[in-house]
């Protein structure tokens, strides 16, 4: 098993960026293919980006594109999600998760190993 827990979230003022990163102990994390989620209250947790297990493979949302960017470094157990420019609409509970099933999955139902997510708020 691998246990996930995240880290970097907070608040920031619109236009700006975080880095979130998510510590990953147990098992080998290279084991696992890596994504990041987000849910925001009355909304479903969705799929902002995935990770191959080598990293060699990402996949990113249409909404993110271009701002957000998945990256991992599997000698230090860590995975991380830079987020730039964010937006008021981007502020949600964000999750990082992990499957030891797939290579690589833009599907949340692959995902068996949860952390229990970072804040991040962003004001206008």
């Known amino acids: 098993q691998v246990q996930l827990v995240e880290s970097g979230g907070g608040l920031v003022q619109a236009g700006g960026h975080l880095r979130l990163s998510c510590a990953a102990s147990g098992r080998t994390f290279s084991s696992y293919a890596g994504a990041w989620f987000r849910q925001s209250p009355g909304n479903e947790r969705e799929l902002l980006a995935a990770i191959s297990r080598s990293g060699g493979n990402t996949y990113h949302a249409d909404f993110v594109k271009g701002r957000f960017t998945i990256s991992r470094d599997n000698a230090k157990n860590m995975m991380y999600l830079q987020m730039n420019n964010v937006k008021p609409e981007d502020t949600a509970v964000y999750f990082c998760?992990?499957?030891?099933?797939?290579?690589?999955?833009?599907?949340?139902?692959?995902?068996?190993?949860w952390g229990q997510g970072t804040q991040v708020t962003v004001s206008s």
């Open positions: 998760a992990a499957s030891a099933s797939v290579v690589f999955s833009a599907i949340k139902a692959h995902y068996e190993y």
